[in-house]
């Protein structure tokens, strides 16, 4: 059974860092790529970044570019989201998810998600 | 970036009866090498993570009850439940992956009437 589990969320000050980590299990780790994915109370869902199954190409939306560094661990089955310069825009619950086997690169399976609140 | 717009914001339907969700894509999300709708739908319950029901628009995922069902092509999308059940109760997002940055739908709140 495929499953993701989030951890690292919490309270953090305005201009503060966090680091996210999401560990995997139940799949072949290192090849899928993965994704965060956050959902801002009371909004709706917002892709953040991704990165390849090696670990070679990233990407991010535009609001955490320079900011956030999406990394992966394939020896240790573990997604990571470094957050710095964190904004209270920034507080959501993060979910760590991967893209589907195959040639479909839809989002098939999400962690519980972890919370992030931006706050002094 | 392609902008996703559902409609309605909200819904409610009476239990056995049809509900219907659109979604507007700003640009085709059809990939014309595998002519493929780069298109999925998510269900998120309270408290729950995101579930995905359907992909390629209209390809559901294991396990989801054939009840529910993805249409359309190009810009233009639907997901339809066809007989409501309280566990239906959800807010439903669509959400492009044809294009980087991946984007999502407002989402869509389903109710029993």
């Known amino acids: 059974e495929v499953q993701l589990v989030e951890s690292g969320g919490g309270l953090v000050q305005p201009g503060g860092s966090r680091r996210l980590s999401c560990s995997a299990s139940g799949f072949t780790f290192n090849s899928n790529w993965m994704h965060w994915v956050r959902r801002v109370p009371g909004k709706g869902l917002l892709w953040v970044s991704h990165i390849s199954s090696d670990g070679s190409i990233t990407y991010y939306a535009d609001s955490v570019k320079g900011r956030f560094t999406i990394s992966r661990d394939n020896a240790m089955n573990t997604l990571y989201l470094q957050m710095n310069s964190l904004r209270a825009e920034d507080t959501a619950v993060y979910y760590c998810?991967?893209?589907?086997?195959?040639?479909?690169?839809?989002?098939?399976?999400w962690g519980q998600g972890t919370l992030v609140t931006v706050s002094s | 970036d392609i902008v996703m717009t559902q409609s309605p914001d909200s819904l409610a339907v009476s239990l056995g009866e049809r509900a219907t969700i659109n979604c507007k894509s700003s640009q085709n999300v059809l990939n014309s090498y595998n002519n493929k709708n780069y298109l999925a739908w998510y269900q998120l319950k309270p408290g729950q993570p995101p579930k995905a029901l359907i992909y390629w628009a209209s390809t559901r995922e294991s396990g989801v009850p054939d009840r529910f069902s993805g249409s359309g092509s190009g810009t233009y999308f639907t997901l339809t439940i066809s007989t409501l059940q309280a566990e239906d109760v959800a807010v439903y997002y669509c959400q492009q992956y044809h294009s980087l940055p991946y984007t999502f739908g407002q989402g869509t709140q389903l109710e029993i009437k």
């Open positions: 998810t991967r893209d589907a086997p195959g040639p479909t690169n839809h989002l098939d399976h």
